[in-house]
């Protein structure tokens, strides 16, 4: 913590001036009149309240700003008035003072004022009596009390609340920021998921329409042309098709039953089809498909939604990056789950050492499908391996582990 300069702490507030100066004034207003709390003592000058009672208005002021010093003055000032035959004023500021001492003080003072104040009303209700020999002497304590008790743990509680009031508020502003960072993740995750499925939907069909548009204007055969041109109005119908599907999944959100997400959401059972359509899109650049499913016998049960759908998406994309850069040759998908084991994929294609793609790409693919195998707390590897044919030569070669819990799988 900073010191702060003696200028800062030495401003009075505006309310304590007034009490202050309404202090000074009522205590000059009782002097004048005579009114005092009782006859001078050790032969003091009763002219002394008036000293006292300006001291005790000048500790006022600082009773927020320096409430320890503002304490110890107001208690000499104290002192020195019931000794002058004191003021009922300068009484009412220094419980004034004690209380603000409790309230605004350091925590430190908080606790031991309470404390002294009840040892100093004990002493002065025992003391006394036990001296003079006079019951009335027990007033004494009950004044002690009344101007050092009673303004002291109104002050515990008043602060107690005003923490307890804090701690609520400080609780409300975490939660609030709590709540907004919530937020803002939740935004951000949901627009990945959306580029990754915009992405894993429309980049298939578009690197298709983009090889097959450039085919048809280097080759000058109308045949060629022809089939070029169905290849690019079947992949543009299928990949509107599934842009709309998305959509409407979007728009949906109260869709019964889940009916719209189930006709969105692609599954294993779609890759036959998926690698006819690959079959289609690669006959001009050279490249076979081939799916080898090896998932057990009975295997062949849904697994979770998500999963399928992340290793389908799996495949589509590694598919899409064997047509735009692989060399010719074989292109084989491997599925492979047992009961009680994690979901396999496994995508390899002759390695394609290619000035450029032969359609223009994000590079997001990679990314894509490294993020949809972490959130499902998979493992996920790609790159070139050792181990093609002709030997010598080298594959691309996907891997993808997807778990999958018991409970899940048997739901």
Known sequence: MTARPFAALARPHRDDVRIAVCGLLGGLLLYGLGLRTGPPLLDLPGRL?????AVMAGAELLRRVAPRTSLAVATAALAVDVCSSGLIATVVM???IVYAAVLYGPPATARRVPVISILLTVVATVVPPAILQDPQALLIGVGVGVITVGPAWTGVIIREHRNAALAARLEAEQVALLAEMDRTQAIVAERARMARELHDMVANHLSAIAIHSTAAQA????AASR???GVIRENSVQGLAEMRRLIGLLRDEKAPGGTAEAQATP???GLEALLAQARVNGASSGLTFALEDARAAGGGARLPAPVELAAYRIVQESLTNALKHAAPGEVVVRIAHDP??????HVTSPFGDRPGPRAPGSGAGL???RERIELLGGRFEAGPEDGGEPAGSKIWRVRATLPVREEEEER
Do not use: K, R
């Open 267 to 269: 599954s294993l059972d």
């Open 219 to 222: 080759i000058d055969d109308p």
């Open 49 to 53: 309240a008036l000293v006292a009672l």
């Open 227 to 229: 089939e070029a041109l």
């Open 340 to 345: 009680g084991c994690p979901l396999t994929v």
């Open 367 to 369: 990314i894509g499908m």
């Open 94 to 96: 220094f419980t004034d």
